[in-house]
């Protein structure tokens, strides 16, 4: 499956959710999470991420973050369309550390 990572807190820009086939983007306060269990591996998503964000549960980078998305997209609800992102959205996009931050 893809995986949303570090870099989609306090980002969330949403363009992902937009083009999923099969609508399965879930959403936190600030950040989504895609589900292990629906995703199609279409790939789609991932060059659509203004942040980043999204990549294969093969890549090194997503190392933790594959348990995180299965966790929250158990408990966070759909979104299936886009939304507008916080307005200071692009300040966070690449800041580091903002795991410790995540909203659940
Ligand atoms: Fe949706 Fe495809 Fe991205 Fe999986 S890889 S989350 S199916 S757009
Ligand atoms: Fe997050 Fe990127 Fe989607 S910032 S909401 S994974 S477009």
């Known amino acids: 499956a893809y995986v949303v990572t570090e870099n989609c807190i306090r980002c969330k820009y949403t363009d992902c959710v937009a083009v999923c086939p099969v609508d399965c983007f879930y ?3 600030n950040m989504l999470v895609i589900h292990p269990d629906e995703c199609i591996d279409c790939g789609v998503c991932e060059p659509e991420c ?3 964000a999204i990549m294969p549960d093969s890549d ?3 190392a933790n973050w594959a348990a995180l998305n299965a966790e929250y997209a158990a408990q ?3 979104i299936t369309e886009k939304i507008d992102p916080p307005a200071d959205a692009d300040a966070w996009n690449g800041k580091d550390g ?3 931050l995540l909203s659940s």
């Open 50 to 52: 203004p942040a980043g």
């Open 60 to 62: 090194p980078r997503a």
């Open 76 to 78: 966070w609800p759909n």
């Open 27 to 29: 959403a936190g306060e």
């Open 98 to 100: 903002k795991r410790d």
